[in-house]
Protein backbone atom coordinates (compact mmCIF):
# COMPACT_ATOMS: atom_id res chain seq x y z
CA UNK A 1 0.00 0.00 0.00
CA UNK A 2 1.07 3.14 -0.43
CA UNK A 3 2.22 5.49 2.47
CA UNK A 4 0.28 8.92 3.13
CA UNK A 5 1.73 11.79 0.75
CA UNK A 6 2.47 15.22 2.91
CA UNK A 7 2.22 17.40 0.78
CA UNK A 8 5.63 20.21 0.64
CA UNK A 9 3.46 23.34 -0.20
CA UNK A 10 0.15 24.54 0.60
CA UNK A 11 -2.77 23.51 -2.09
CA UNK A 12 -2.77 27.76 -3.21
CA UNK A 13 0.77 28.07 -3.62
CA UNK A 14 0.91 24.78 -6.16
CA UNK A 15 -2.15 26.33 -7.55
CA UNK A 16 -0.88 29.72 -7.90
CA UNK A 17 2.64 28.03 -9.54
CA UNK A 18 0.08 26.05 -12.10
CA UNK A 19 -1.72 28.80 -13.18
CA UNK A 20 1.51 30.87 -13.81
CA UNK A 21 3.39 27.72 -16.09
CA UNK A 22 0.45 25.38 -18.00
CA UNK A 23 -2.52 26.00 -20.17
CA UNK A 24 -4.71 22.58 -19.42
CA UNK A 25 -6.79 20.19 -21.31
CA UNK A 26 -10.32 20.98 -22.72
CA UNK A 27 -10.94 23.96 -20.36
CA UNK A 28 -11.20 27.82 -19.93
CA UNK A 29 -7.86 28.87 -18.46
CA UNK A 30 -8.20 31.74 -17.03
CA UNK A 31 -12.06 30.67 -15.59
CA UNK A 32 -10.15 27.67 -14.02
CA UNK A 33 -6.83 30.17 -12.62
CA UNK A 34 -9.18 31.82 -10.74
CA UNK A 35 -11.08 28.61 -9.26
CA UNK A 36 -7.79 26.96 -9.21
CA UNK A 37 -7.56 23.07 -9.93
CA UNK A 38 -7.60 20.14 -7.69
CA UNK A 39 -3.99 19.15 -6.72
CA UNK A 40 -3.95 15.15 -6.73
CA UNK A 41 -1.06 13.82 -4.86
CA UNK A 42 -1.72 9.61 -4.05
CA UNK A 43 -3.61 7.60 -5.68
CA UNK A 44 -4.48 3.68 -4.31
CA UNK A 45 -6.25 1.08 -6.13
CA UNK A 46 -9.64 3.04 -7.34
CA UNK A 47 -8.76 5.86 -4.88
CA UNK A 48 -7.12 9.44 -5.21
CA UNK A 49 -6.81 11.81 -3.01
CA UNK A 50 -5.91 15.42 -3.12
CA UNK A 51 -3.81 18.00 -1.55
CA UNK A 52 -6.55 18.60 1.28
CA UNK A 53 -6.83 15.29 2.21
CA UNK A 54 -10.38 14.53 0.48
CA UNK A 55 -10.33 10.91 -1.23
CA UNK A 56 -12.34 10.52 -4.48
CA UNK A 57 -13.19 7.03 -5.97
CA UNK A 58 -11.73 7.77 -9.27
CA UNK A 59 -14.71 6.33 -11.98
CA UNK A 60 -12.94 7.10 -14.83
CA UNK A 61 -10.13 5.48 -14.72
CA UNK A 62 -7.76 8.34 -14.60
CA UNK A 63 -8.41 9.08 -18.61
CA UNK A 64 -9.87 5.72 -19.54
CA UNK A 65 -6.26 4.47 -18.44
CA UNK A 66 -6.42 2.97 -15.09
CA UNK A 67 -6.59 -0.71 -15.98
CA UNK A 68 -5.14 -2.04 -13.12
CA UNK A 69 -6.10 0.74 -10.40
CA UNK A 70 -3.15 2.80 -8.97
CA UNK A 71 -0.22 1.47 -6.89
CA UNK A 72 0.51 -1.64 -8.41
CA UNK A 73 3.95 -2.43 -6.96
CA UNK A 74 4.11 -5.01 -9.81
CA UNK A 75 4.09 -2.46 -12.38
CA UNK A 76 6.46 -0.02 -11.02
CA UNK A 77 8.97 -2.66 -9.98
CA UNK A 78 9.24 -3.93 -13.68
CA UNK A 79 9.70 -0.35 -14.61
CA UNK A 80 12.81 0.18 -11.91
CA UNK A 81 14.42 -3.41 -12.85
CA UNK A 82 13.90 -2.19 -16.64
CA UNK A 83 15.60 1.31 -15.55
CA UNK A 84 18.48 -0.40 -14.01
CA UNK A 85 19.30 -2.95 -16.83
CA UNK A 86 18.60 -0.72 -20.01
CA UNK A 87 16.67 2.81 -18.99
CA UNK A 88 16.70 3.45 -23.25
CA UNK A 89 17.62 2.42 -26.51
CA UNK A 90 15.85 3.03 -29.68
CA UNK A 91 14.84 0.98 -32.76
CA UNK A 92 16.75 2.89 -34.96
CA UNK A 93 20.68 2.03 -36.62
CA UNK A 94 19.25 -1.70 -37.06
CA UNK A 95 18.76 -2.55 -32.80
CA UNK A 96 15.81 -3.22 -30.61
CA UNK A 97 15.52 -4.73 -27.52
CA UNK A 98 14.52 -7.77 -25.49
CA UNK A 99 11.72 -5.62 -23.44
CA UNK A 100 9.61 -4.84 -26.66
CA UNK A 101 10.20 -8.15 -28.40
CA UNK A 102 8.75 -9.99 -25.49
CA UNK A 103 5.56 -7.55 -25.20
CA UNK A 104 5.18 -7.87 -28.86
CA UNK A 105 5.17 -11.52 -28.29
CA UNK A 106 2.37 -11.31 -25.52
CA UNK A 107 0.15 -8.52 -27.46
CA UNK A 108 0.03 -10.93 -30.24
CA UNK A 109 -0.84 -13.50 -28.11
CA UNK A 110 -3.98 -11.60 -26.89
CA UNK A 111 -4.67 -10.51 -30.15
CA UNK A 112 -7.01 -12.36 -33.10
CA UNK A 113 -4.81 -14.06 -35.26
CA UNK A 114 -4.93 -12.36 -38.36
CA UNK A 115 -2.76 -9.11 -36.65
CA UNK A 116 0.79 -9.79 -37.31
CA UNK A 117 2.68 -6.49 -36.78
CA UNK A 118 3.08 -3.17 -34.44
CA UNK A 119 4.20 0.39 -34.82
CA UNK A 120 4.51 1.78 -31.18
CA UNK A 121 4.25 5.69 -30.27
CA UNK A 122 3.96 6.89 -27.00
CA UNK A 123 -0.12 8.20 -26.93
CA UNK A 124 -2.93 7.23 -29.09
CA UNK A 125 -2.87 10.59 -30.89
CA UNK A 126 0.22 9.97 -32.25
CA UNK A 127 -1.17 6.22 -33.18
CA UNK A 128 -3.25 7.70 -35.27
CA UNK A 129 -1.05 10.11 -36.92
CA UNK A 130 0.99 7.34 -38.21
CA UNK A 131 -2.37 5.47 -39.14
CA UNK A 132 -2.46 7.68 -41.83
CA UNK A 133 0.56 7.80 -43.30
CA UNK A 134 0.74 3.91 -42.62
CA UNK A 135 -2.50 3.42 -44.83
CA UNK A 136 -1.83 5.44 -47.58
CA UNK A 137 2.16 3.70 -47.71
CA UNK A 138 0.44 0.30 -48.39
CA UNK A 139 -2.11 1.93 -51.12
CA UNK A 140 1.11 3.18 -52.78
CA UNK A 141 2.95 -0.09 -51.94
CA UNK A 142 0.24 -1.84 -53.89
CA UNK A 143 0.57 0.76 -56.95
CA UNK A 144 -2.69 3.08 -56.14
CA UNK A 145 -1.44 6.03 -54.58
CA UNK A 146 -4.21 8.03 -55.31
CA UNK A 147 -5.77 5.89 -52.70
CA UNK A 148 -5.02 9.00 -49.72
CA UNK A 149 -8.71 10.04 -48.56
CA UNK A 150 -9.36 9.20 -44.79
CA UNK A 151 -13.30 9.10 -43.84
CA UNK A 152 -13.87 9.51 -39.98
CA UNK A 153 -17.21 10.03 -38.38
CA UNK A 154 -18.74 13.59 -36.70
CA UNK A 155 -18.17 13.82 -33.16
CA UNK A 156 -15.38 11.11 -33.42
CA UNK A 157 -12.22 11.13 -31.32
CA UNK A 158 -9.13 10.21 -32.17
CA UNK A 159 -6.73 12.62 -30.49
CA UNK A 160 -5.46 15.72 -30.35
CA UNK A 161 -2.83 16.50 -32.77
CA UNK A 162 -3.86 18.02 -35.79
CA UNK A 163 -3.99 15.57 -37.97
CA UNK A 164 -5.47 13.20 -35.20
CA UNK A 165 -8.07 16.15 -34.64
CA UNK A 166 -8.83 16.25 -38.19
CA UNK A 167 -9.71 12.54 -38.52
CA UNK A 168 -12.04 13.10 -35.63
CA UNK A 169 -14.70 15.18 -35.89
CA UNK A 170 -15.17 17.40 -33.31
CA UNK A 171 -15.61 20.74 -35.04
CA UNK A 172 -14.64 22.93 -32.16
CA UNK A 173 -11.06 21.20 -32.48
CA UNK A 174 -11.00 22.20 -36.22
CA UNK A 175 -11.53 25.48 -35.36
CA UNK A 176 -8.78 25.72 -33.53
CA UNK A 177 -6.38 24.10 -35.61
CA UNK A 178 -7.82 23.55 -38.55
CA UNK A 179 -8.20 20.45 -40.85
CA UNK A 180 -5.64 18.46 -43.50
CA UNK A 181 -6.60 17.55 -47.00
CA UNK A 182 -8.04 14.51 -47.89
CA UNK A 183 -10.57 13.96 -44.38
CA UNK A 184 -13.62 13.08 -44.77
CA UNK A 185 -16.89 12.55 -42.28
CA UNK A 186 -20.37 11.16 -41.92
CA UNK A 187 -22.85 11.50 -39.02
CA UNK A 188 -22.31 9.28 -36.10
CA UNK A 189 -24.57 6.45 -35.27
CA UNK A 190 -26.04 8.51 -32.20
CA UNK A 191 -29.99 6.88 -32.48
CA UNK A 192 -31.27 8.75 -28.83
CA UNK A 193 -30.93 12.19 -30.34
CA UNK A 194 -31.08 11.95 -34.18
CA UNK A 195 -32.66 8.65 -34.59
CA UNK A 196 -36.02 10.41 -34.99
CA UNK A 197 -38.72 7.86 -35.86
CA UNK A 198 -36.69 4.81 -37.16
CA UNK A 199 -36.01 1.92 -35.04
CA UNK A 200 -32.32 1.74 -33.70
CA UNK A 201 -32.03 -1.12 -36.26
CA UNK A 202 -33.42 1.44 -39.14
CA UNK A 203 -30.93 3.83 -37.94
CA UNK A 204 -28.02 1.64 -37.82
CA UNK A 205 -28.00 0.62 -41.33
CA UNK A 206 -29.22 4.46 -42.63
CA UNK A 207 -25.91 5.82 -40.61
CA UNK A 208 -23.61 2.49 -42.19
CA UNK A 209 -24.98 3.63 -45.61
CA UNK A 210 -23.34 6.93 -45.43
CA UNK A 211 -19.98 5.55 -45.69
CA UNK A 212 -21.25 3.70 -49.05
CA UNK A 213 -22.85 7.16 -50.56
CA UNK A 214 -19.35 9.31 -49.23
CA UNK A 215 -17.21 6.16 -50.81
CA UNK A 216 -19.24 6.64 -54.16
CA UNK A 217 -19.33 10.88 -53.74
CA UNK A 218 -15.54 10.74 -53.70
CA UNK A 219 -14.83 7.60 -55.33
CA UNK A 220 -13.70 4.47 -54.45
CA UNK A 221 -10.67 4.55 -56.05
CA UNK A 222 -9.61 7.61 -54.30
CA UNK A 223 -10.63 6.24 -50.66
CA UNK A 224 -7.57 4.44 -48.26
CA UNK A 225 -9.98 3.94 -45.26
CA UNK A 226 -12.50 4.26 -42.72
CA UNK A 227 -11.79 4.93 -38.99
CA UNK A 228 -14.01 4.80 -35.99
CA UNK A 229 -14.38 4.06 -32.16
CA UNK A 230 -16.38 0.62 -31.81
CA UNK A 231 -18.25 2.74 -29.58
CA UNK A 232 -17.73 6.77 -28.83
CA UNK A 233 -15.28 7.23 -25.97
CA UNK A 234 -15.05 10.75 -25.46
CA UNK A 235 -18.09 12.16 -27.99
CA UNK A 236 -20.57 10.37 -24.94
CA UNK A 237 -19.62 6.52 -24.89
CA UNK A 238 -22.27 6.21 -27.16
CA UNK A 239 -23.07 2.59 -28.34
CA UNK A 240 -24.28 2.04 -32.19
CA UNK A 241 -27.07 0.24 -33.19
CA UNK A 242 -26.59 -3.53 -33.30
CA UNK A 243 -27.01 -3.70 -36.99
CA UNK A 244 -24.36 -0.46 -37.43
CA UNK A 245 -21.06 -2.29 -38.06
CA UNK A 246 -21.82 -5.25 -39.70
CA UNK A 247 -23.13 -2.92 -42.41
CA UNK A 248 -19.80 -1.05 -42.29
CA UNK A 249 -17.64 -3.89 -42.37
CA UNK A 250 -19.46 -4.72 -45.83
CA UNK A 251 -18.98 -1.87 -47.11
CA UNK A 252 -15.48 -1.78 -46.89
CA UNK A 253 -14.92 -4.97 -48.22
CA UNK A 254 -17.34 -4.63 -51.05
CA UNK A 255 -15.00 -0.69 -52.10
CA UNK A 256 -11.69 -2.10 -50.81
CA UNK A 257 -11.37 0.33 -48.25
CA UNK A 258 -9.48 -0.16 -44.63
CA UNK A 259 -10.88 -0.37 -41.81
CA UNK A 260 -9.18 1.13 -38.71
CA UNK A 261 -10.74 0.84 -35.40
CA UNK A 262 -9.92 3.57 -32.77
CA UNK A 263 -9.32 1.07 -29.50
CA UNK A 264 -7.19 3.60 -27.64
CA UNK A 265 -10.39 3.80 -25.04
CA UNK A 266 -12.04 0.26 -26.34
CA UNK A 267 -8.71 -1.84 -25.96
CA UNK A 268 -7.43 -4.00 -22.68
CA UNK A 269 -10.70 -5.16 -21.07
CA UNK A 270 -13.01 -2.43 -21.01
CA UNK A 271 -16.19 -4.20 -22.00
CA UNK A 272 -15.12 -7.83 -21.04
CA UNK A 273 -13.66 -8.59 -24.57
CA UNK A 274 -10.08 -7.50 -24.67
CA UNK A 275 -10.42 -5.56 -27.51
CA UNK A 276 -14.20 -3.92 -28.40
CA UNK A 277 -14.03 -4.58 -31.98
CA UNK A 278 -14.45 -8.14 -30.84
CA UNK A 279 -17.72 -6.83 -28.34
CA UNK A 280 -19.23 -5.47 -31.41
CA UNK A 281 -18.30 -8.40 -33.79
CA UNK A 282 -16.45 -7.02 -36.66
CA UNK A 283 -12.47 -7.39 -38.10
CA UNK A 284 -10.50 -4.05 -38.62
CA UNK A 285 -7.80 -3.98 -40.34
CA UNK A 286 -5.88 -1.80 -38.48
CA UNK A 287 -5.99 -1.34 -34.83
CA UNK A 288 -4.79 2.31 -32.86
CA UNK A 289 -4.10 1.51 -29.35
CA UNK A 290 -2.52 2.91 -26.13
CA UNK A 291 -4.17 3.58 -22.37
CA UNK A 292 -4.90 0.47 -21.04
CA UNK A 293 -1.77 -1.18 -22.77
CA UNK A 294 0.22 0.27 -19.82
CA UNK A 295 -2.47 1.28 -17.30
CA UNK A 296 -1.53 4.40 -17.70
CA UNK A 297 1.86 4.33 -15.41
CA UNK A 298 3.88 5.24 -18.51
CA UNK A 299 3.20 6.69 -22.02
CA UNK A 300 2.62 4.41 -24.69
CA UNK A 301 0.34 3.56 -28.13
CA UNK A 302 0.63 2.12 -30.96
CA UNK A 303 -0.45 0.81 -34.48
CA UNK A 304 -1.64 -2.99 -34.99
CA UNK A 305 -1.52 -3.93 -38.65
CA UNK A 306 -3.24 -7.16 -40.30
CA UNK A 307 -0.72 -9.24 -42.01
CA UNK A 308 -2.32 -8.41 -45.14
CA UNK A 309 -1.22 -4.97 -44.91
CA UNK A 310 2.03 -5.84 -42.96
CA UNK A 311 2.97 -8.53 -45.52
CA UNK A 312 2.65 -5.91 -48.17
CA UNK A 313 4.92 -3.15 -46.26
CA UNK A 314 7.28 -5.45 -45.46
CA UNK A 315 8.59 -7.46 -48.43
CA UNK A 316 7.47 -4.78 -51.01
CA UNK A 317 7.68 -1.44 -49.41
CA UNK A 318 11.14 -0.94 -49.07
CA UNK A 319 12.13 1.88 -46.17
CA UNK A 320 9.45 2.84 -44.28
CA UNK A 321 10.07 6.47 -44.11
CA UNK A 322 8.91 6.87 -40.28
CA UNK A 323 10.31 6.60 -36.42
CA UNK A 324 10.49 7.95 -33.34
CA UNK A 325 12.55 8.68 -30.68
CA UNK A 326 10.50 6.62 -28.28
CA UNK A 327 8.79 4.13 -29.87
CA UNK A 328 9.21 0.73 -28.07
CA UNK A 329 11.00 2.68 -25.03
CA UNK A 330 12.11 -0.39 -23.17
CA UNK A 331 10.81 1.16 -19.71
CA UNK A 332 7.25 1.74 -21.11
CA UNK A 333 7.41 -2.00 -22.98
CA UNK A 334 8.26 -3.15 -19.40
CA UNK A 335 5.32 -2.16 -17.54
CA UNK A 336 3.69 -2.96 -20.53
CA UNK A 337 4.51 -6.29 -20.65
CA UNK A 338 3.89 -6.57 -16.56
CA UNK A 339 0.34 -5.29 -17.38
CA UNK A 340 -0.80 -7.71 -19.92
CA UNK A 341 0.88 -10.45 -17.64
CA UNK A 342 -1.39 -9.29 -15.13
CA UNK A 343 -4.89 -8.79 -16.77
CA UNK A 344 -4.07 -12.17 -18.37
CA UNK A 345 -2.95 -13.80 -15.11
CA UNK A 346 -5.22 -12.64 -12.88
CA UNK A 347 -8.51 -13.42 -15.03
CA UNK A 348 -9.14 -9.38 -15.03
CA UNK A 349 -10.96 -9.64 -18.09
CA UNK A 350 -13.03 -12.70 -17.93
CA UNK A 351 -13.68 -11.14 -14.45
CA UNK A 352 -15.30 -8.35 -16.01
CA UNK A 353 -16.88 -9.90 -18.84
CA UNK A 354 -18.27 -12.42 -16.13
CA UNK A 355 -19.20 -11.01 -13.11
CA UNK A 356 -18.11 -7.43 -12.21
CA UNK A 357 -19.30 -6.39 -15.51
CA UNK A 358 -22.58 -7.29 -15.59
CA UNK A 359 -22.55 -6.73 -12.13
CA UNK A 360 -22.33 -2.63 -13.20
CA UNK A 361 -24.64 -2.75 -15.83
CA UNK A 362 -27.25 -4.31 -13.27
CA UNK A 363 -27.00 -1.80 -10.51
CA UNK A 364 -27.05 1.11 -12.98
CA UNK A 365 -30.13 -0.22 -14.68
CA UNK A 366 -31.49 -0.55 -11.12
CA UNK A 367 -30.45 2.92 -9.33
CA UNK A 368 -31.25 4.33 -13.12
CA UNK A 369 -33.39 2.79 -14.93
CA UNK A 370 -36.95 4.56 -13.89
CA UNK A 371 -35.23 7.86 -12.63
CA UNK A 372 -37.46 11.08 -14.28
CA UNK A 373 -33.76 12.37 -15.50
CA UNK A 374 -32.50 9.71 -17.48
CA UNK A 375 -33.82 8.66 -20.78
CA UNK A 376 -31.22 5.84 -21.59
CA UNK A 377 -28.48 3.35 -19.91
CA UNK A 378 -25.77 2.57 -22.43
CA UNK A 379 -23.11 0.27 -21.34
CA UNK A 380 -21.30 -2.98 -21.11
CA UNK A 381 -18.12 -4.51 -18.60
CA UNK A 382 -16.77 -1.57 -17.42
CA UNK A 383 -18.12 1.55 -19.43
CA UNK A 384 -21.72 2.86 -19.23
CA UNK A 385 -23.39 6.44 -20.27
CA UNK A 386 -26.91 7.85 -18.56
CA UNK A 387 -28.75 10.35 -20.89
CA UNK A 388 -30.34 13.26 -19.66
CA UNK A 389 -33.67 13.63 -21.21
CA UNK A 390 -36.55 16.17 -20.72
CA UNK A 391 -38.87 14.31 -22.08
CA UNK A 392 -38.21 10.39 -21.82
CA UNK A 393 -41.10 9.62 -24.44
CA UNK A 394 -40.12 11.93 -27.09
CA UNK A 395 -36.34 11.24 -26.47
CA UNK A 396 -36.28 15.20 -25.96
CA UNK A 397 -32.92 16.31 -24.34
CA UNK A 398 -32.43 19.46 -22.69
CA UNK A 399 -31.55 22.68 -24.18
CA UNK A 400 -29.13 23.49 -21.70
CA UNK A 401 -28.07 19.70 -21.02
CA UNK A 402 -24.14 20.32 -21.69
CA UNK A 403 -24.62 22.97 -17.85
CA UNK A 404 -26.60 20.35 -16.26
CA UNK A 405 -24.18 17.67 -17.19
CA UNK A 406 -21.57 19.67 -15.65
CA UNK A 407 -23.11 20.26 -12.88
CA UNK A 408 -24.02 16.49 -12.24
CA UNK A 409 -19.69 16.60 -12.49
CA UNK A 410 -19.63 18.77 -10.33
CA UNK A 411 -21.89 17.29 -7.24
CA UNK A 412 -19.75 13.97 -8.36
CA UNK A 413 -16.76 15.51 -6.92
CA UNK A 414 -18.26 16.94 -4.45
CA UNK A 415 -19.47 13.67 -3.22
CA UNK A 416 -15.96 12.55 -3.74
CA UNK A 417 -16.53 10.03 -6.99
CA UNK A 418 -15.02 11.40 -10.40
CA UNK A 419 -17.31 10.82 -13.45
CA UNK A 420 -17.57 12.93 -16.77
CA UNK A 421 -19.87 14.84 -18.43
CA UNK A 422 -20.81 14.70 -22.28
CA UNK A 423 -23.12 16.75 -24.39
CA UNK A 424 -25.73 15.80 -22.46
CA UNK A 425 -24.58 12.73 -20.95
CA UNK A 426 -22.76 11.77 -17.72
CA UNK A 427 -20.53 8.50 -18.17
CA UNK A 428 -18.43 6.26 -16.06
CA UNK A 429 -15.57 4.09 -16.48
CA UNK A 430 -14.07 2.56 -13.39
CA UNK A 431 -10.70 0.63 -13.49
CA UNK A 432 -11.06 -2.80 -14.43
CA UNK A 433 -10.06 -3.81 -10.88
CA UNK A 434 -13.17 -2.57 -9.20
CA UNK A 435 -14.98 -4.87 -6.29
CA UNK A 436 -18.61 -4.78 -6.18
CA UNK A 437 -18.67 -2.67 -2.98
CA UNK A 438 -16.72 -0.15 -4.83
CA UNK A 439 -19.17 -0.44 -8.28
CA UNK A 440 -21.76 -0.18 -5.00
CA UNK A 441 -19.77 3.67 -3.90
CA UNK A 442 -19.58 4.62 -7.03
CA UNK A 443 -23.87 4.25 -8.50
CA UNK A 444 -24.76 5.44 -5.08
CA UNK A 445 -22.31 8.72 -5.03
CA UNK A 446 -23.71 8.90 -8.59
CA UNK A 447 -27.50 8.77 -7.85
CA UNK A 448 -26.62 11.21 -5.21
CA UNK A 449 -24.81 13.83 -7.76
CA UNK A 450 -28.12 13.17 -10.36
CA UNK A 451 -30.90 13.38 -7.94
CA UNK A 452 -28.93 16.82 -6.48
CA UNK A 453 -29.14 17.77 -10.88
CA UNK A 454 -32.43 16.59 -11.21
CA UNK A 455 -33.94 18.70 -8.61
CA UNK A 456 -32.23 22.05 -10.43
CA UNK A 457 -34.07 21.09 -13.53
CA UNK A 458 -37.40 20.35 -11.99
CA UNK A 459 -37.43 16.49 -12.71
CA UNK A 460 -37.78 15.83 -8.52
Not at 14 to 40: C, T, W
Not at 121 to 141: C, D, K, P
Amino acid sequence: MNLPFEPKRQTQDYQKSDAAHHIHAFVDQKALNAEGPRVMVRGEGLYLWDSEGKRYLDGMSGLWCTQLGYGRKDLTAAAAAQMDQLAYYNMFFHTTHPAVIELSELLFSLLPGHYSHVIYTNSGSEANEVLIRTVRRYWQVLGKPQKKIMIGRWNGYHGSTLAASALGGMKFMHEMGGLIPDVAHIDEPYWYAQGGELTPAEFGRRCALQLEEKILELGAENVAGFIAEPFQGAGGMIFPPESYWPEIQRICRQYDVLLCADEVIGGFGRTGEWFAHQYFGFEPDTLSIAKGLTSGYLPMGGLVLSKRMAEALVERGGVFAHGLTYSGHPVAAAVALANLKALRDEGIVRQVKEDTGPYLQKILHEAFGNHPLIGEIQGTGMLAALQFAEDKGTRKRFANENDLAWQCRTFGFEQGVIIRSTLGRMIMAPALVASRAELDELVDKTRIAVDHTARIAGKL
